[in-house]
């Protein structure tokens, strides 16, 4: 018996493996006994009355009561314009332009107690809001709870909440992310639509994707179980009726499940809820090196046998990377024995791991395999970020600007080292009326690279009759050009 596949053992059917998972008096083997003889012989009836009556209704027994409905109602600011659909002014004020209105937004998600004093998790988009937000926890059982955020990361897309309430309440225990397989029967439990708890089952359809959403630093479960509207924050449970991941996104091209959902691990959900419980965030290893991601044409021409991994670009001088002699060049394929398909899985590997610990990384170099040790360490905070409002006549009067530091761009989740980041803009300044927004970072002006605030205060003061400011804003670079000033 393995005990890490939780019950699972190995049987023979015609040659495959069959699992042998036992719930209650039922078994899958009793299933695959049924079907076996049909390789040999014509049989249209179930064996035996056990087979007829296999059943996930322990499964559900055993998690459903630790999922809840999470209802938000939070009290948000709205902007109208009649230039609201043109698409000059949205380019350059964004969505918040025009006259404020006020409204109550409601939002309906899902949620797992993982404490029996009332902790729960769910995703950072179920409960963000802007302004007043009251949150209300309904369980399976029917029972109403106000509960208040502890703690939340937008990054993760997770959030963790306290029930306002006394009581044993019933917990859904964590499971190991990394024992699951592909093939594996789960079991999404949540509230779709707002209809109630639901209970739909499918396999594990894929491990370790990363171009599902934004965040710079996670990993998915794939999943076929069927997931919609409603069942974000709720809960993917193996045949333990143990959760294994926190449902989160699907692939939808009308709203509707089409099979193809995913999951946060539970690995790093656990990270984060014991970040709650401890009053501290999240705080992620600061390897010191540029990734990109390894793509066809850089599989080719460094001659690797596939197209995976996480190509070392850049590494910064005295940052963990340079002392575990990584070398721009080398393709990061593996951490801690696991595979890794892109820089954002060695993030969430390193990240899983944890500061204060080391981490293998599997090297590729010049053809050959090698492994380093890297010693898992915060971005350092002592670097001076000499955060300073521009003044004077420059198309950047008004804007508050920082040197990137490790620290902040770790943050910020920006890979960058060299230029000058806009941390705010004043309302009504040159900078705001010219459309510059916090998170730009000004790399040159006139043809000069900007290395830091110093650097572009100096260049905004020369004398000039125009001006050409280069200007990266998530991942596209543009240059900003003004004519002549008075």
Known sequence: ????????????????????????????????????????????????????????????????????NVYVSSRVQTFSSPFANDPF????????????????????????????????????????????????????????????????????????LKIDGDGNFPVLEFENSDAIEVGDIVLAIGNPFGVGQTVTQGIVSALARTEVTASDAQIFIQTDAA?????????????????????????????????????????????????????????????????????????????????????VMKVYP??????????????????????????????????TRGIGAKARLDVLREGRKR????ALLAAPKGADIDARELKGRNPLEGAKV????PALAEELSIEDSDGAIVLSVRSGSTAAKIGFRPGDIVLGVGGEKVASVDVLERVLAAPTT?????????????????GQRG
């Open 1 to 68: 018996m393995d005990s890490r596949r939780g019950g699972i053992g190995e049987a023979q059917v015609g040659g495959h493996r069959a699992g042998s998972l036992r719930l209650g008096l039922v078994t899958v083997a009793a299933v695959a006994t049924w079907f076996a003889p049909a390789l040999t012989q014509d049989r249209i009836a179930p064996p035996s009355r056990s087979a007829v009556q296999f059943s996930y209704a322990p499964v559900v027994k055993r998690a459903a009561p630790a999922v809840v």
């Open 89 to 160: 002014f949205r380019r350059f004020f964004g969505d918040r332009f025009g006259l404020p209105q006020e409204r109550m937004q409601n939002s309906l998600g899902s949620g797992v107690i993982v404490a029996a004093e009332g902790v729960v998790v769910t995703n950072a988009h179920v409960v963000k809001g802007g302004g007043q937000t009251e949150i209300k926890v309904a369980l399976a059982d029917k029972r109403e709870f106000a509960a208040k955020l502890m703690q939340i990361d937008e990054k993760a897309d997770l959030a963790v």
């Open 466 to 482: 125009a001006w050409e400011i280069q200007v990266k804003r998530g991942d596209q670079v543009m240059t900003v050009r003004l």
């Open 402 to 405: 920082g040197n990137i530091t």
């Open 318 to 351: 005295s940052s963990p990377a340079a002392a575990a002699g990584l070398k721009a060049g080398d393709v990061i394929v593996g951490v801690d024995g696991f595979e890794v398909a892109d820089p954002r899985a060695v993030s969430y590997r390193l990240t």
């Open 371 to 374: 492994s380093v040790d890297v």
């Open 227 to 311: 997931i919609n509207p409603g069942n974000s924050g709720g809960a993917l449970v193996d045949m333990n009726g143990r959760l294994i991941g926190i449902n989160t996104a699907i692939y939808s091209q009308g709203g509707g499940s089409l099979g193809i959902g995913f999951a946060i691990p539970s690995n790093f959900v656990r990270l984060m809820v014991n970040s709650a419980l401890t009053g501290h965030k999240i705080e992620r290893p600061w390897l010191g090196a540029k990734l990109d991601p390894v793509t066809r044409d850089v599989s080719e021409a460094l001659g690797l046998e596939r197209v995976a991994g996480a190509l």
